[in-house]
């Protein structure tokens, strides 16, 4: 299959500094709403081929390729247990082609979630989009009068996500349409987890909430010390959150009590990963630059299991695959340690900070920096392809069904693909 390249804007820009805290980022870009900046790929219903003789033919794509549903990462991290991993999703080889952008009025910085052959996003336009996954095409936009840097979560038709007045909204996932909101008290860049029909989520207000996904009622609300910008994870009956107060929280599901807790003694901005029993989370000390930590913890009573200290700020969630986790620092690595005992089994050096997470298809790590998208072997590190196609990676990246989508800090929503169009 041939993909069209579709040109991209390029904006004058400074760099992105953001801290992508187990969410698509926390900067603060500017407030325009201008519609002026919103970009939409040309419509192709056409492509041309040559046959041996060099003549050229008009025809209809390969409906049997094209029209193939697009779907795999209904939320944040692929799953509720926030393991950065799916299994049975395919990854792209290189070299890399663009498939098409978008281009919205801010900076994207949430992490798309992608569901019946649809992308969705947000953006510090203020605004949700629902796109097609193939061609990039507006299906939709609403407009929630504030920054968005949360991920959409999109369960059972409906699309759940965040913005910065505090504001959980639920929208129709077909055409946008408003189904309800619930009102925290301050932004919430945590993106939401939805569980058995309840939404949950953090709030810079120090709270977690227990939404009903039916009706936004609040089923339960669960006071920390500090800003939730982690994601929770939900695995099991109990939600995993970290907060700025230094702490790792496990909350009963259904009634938010809690059940334990660790304190880090660092800012946990990270999303824990939940994987066979472990809860894998990062932190970081905000007076001490050097001093961060991945923290392995027994997800049934929060016991240590193991520590990996790192040189900076683990802001980043760690991904979990095969008895191996991994995680992005701002000392620009890539780490890979060992799920069992936190070993380093190999890093990777991409040059520059290393905010968003890594995300693990096909046994390659997919990951970003301010410049760069990067394809490592998972198994070893290697380098499988760069990319400076996105030049302001902001948000994480999701890879379903062989095309990458991640947003930039230059307000742009990138699909990148294989130039064959294959694995």
Request: with cysteine.
């Amino acid at each position: 299959m041939t993909h069209t390249n579709y040109s991209r804007r390029k904006y004058l820009t400074g760099a992105v500094a953001v801290a992508l805290s187990g969410v698509a980022g926390c900067s603060s870009d500017s407030d325009d709403d201008s519609e002026e900046d919103k970009e939409e790929p040309a419509d192709e219903t056409m492509e041309t081929s040559t046959d041996s003789e060099g003549n050229e033919s008009t025809e209809t794509p390969d409906e049997s390729e094209d029209t193939q549903p697009i779907d795999g990462a209904p939320m944040y991290r692929y799953n509720s247990a926030n393991t950065g991993h799916a299994p049975d999703e395919t990854g792209l080889a290189g070299p890399i082609t663009e498939q098409w952008t978008y281009g919205t009025g801010g900076s994207v910085e949430s992490s798309p979630a992608v569901v019946d052959g649809t992308i969705y996003f947000g953006s510090y336009d203020h605004n949700v989009y629902a796109l097609d996954a193939r061609d990039g095409t507006e299906q939709w936009s609403y407009n929630t009068g504030n920054n968005i840097d949360a991920a959409p979560a999109v369960v059972d038709g409906t699309v759940y996500i965040g913005n910065s007045d505090g504001t959980v909204y639920a929208l129709n996932a077909s055409d946008g349409t408003q189904q309800w909101t619930y009102k925290t008290d301050t932004w919430v860049r945590s993106s939401a987890t939805v569980v058995d029909g309840t939404v949950y989520v953090g709030s810079t207000d120090n709270n977690v909430y227990a939404i009903d996904a039916s009706d936004g009622s609040q089923q339960w609300q669960f006071g920390t010390g500090g800003s939730v910008d982690s994601s929770p994870a939900v695995v099991n009956g109990t939600v995993y959150v970290g907060s700025d107060d230094d702490t790792v929280y496990a909350l009963d599901a259904t009634e938010g009590t809690e059940q334990w807790t660790f304190d880090t003694g660092d800012v946990v901005t990270s999303s824990p990963a939940v994987v066979d029993g472990t809860v894998y989370v990062g932190s970081n000390n905000v007076d001490v630059v050097e001093d961060a930590t991945v923290y392995a913890l027994d997800a049934s009573d929060g016991s240590l299991q193991w520590t990996f200290a790192t040189t900076r700020d683990v802001h980043a969630s760690p991904a979990v695959a095969d008895g191996t986790v991994y995680v992005g620092n701002a000392d620009g690595n890539v780490y890979a340690l060992d799920a069992g005992d936190g070993t380093q089994q190999w890093s990777y050096d991409t040059g520059s900070y290393v905010y968003p997470s890594p995300v693990v298809v096909d046994e390659t790590v997919y990951i970003g920096n301010s410049a760069s998208t990067y394809a490592l072997n998972a198994s070893d590190g290697t380098e499988r392809w760069t990319s400076n196609i996105v030049d302001q990676v902001s948000s994480s990246a999701t890879v379903v069904d062989n095309i990458l989508y991640v947003g930039s800090g230059d307000g742009t929503v990138h699909a990148l693909s294989a130039e064959d169009g294959t694995e």
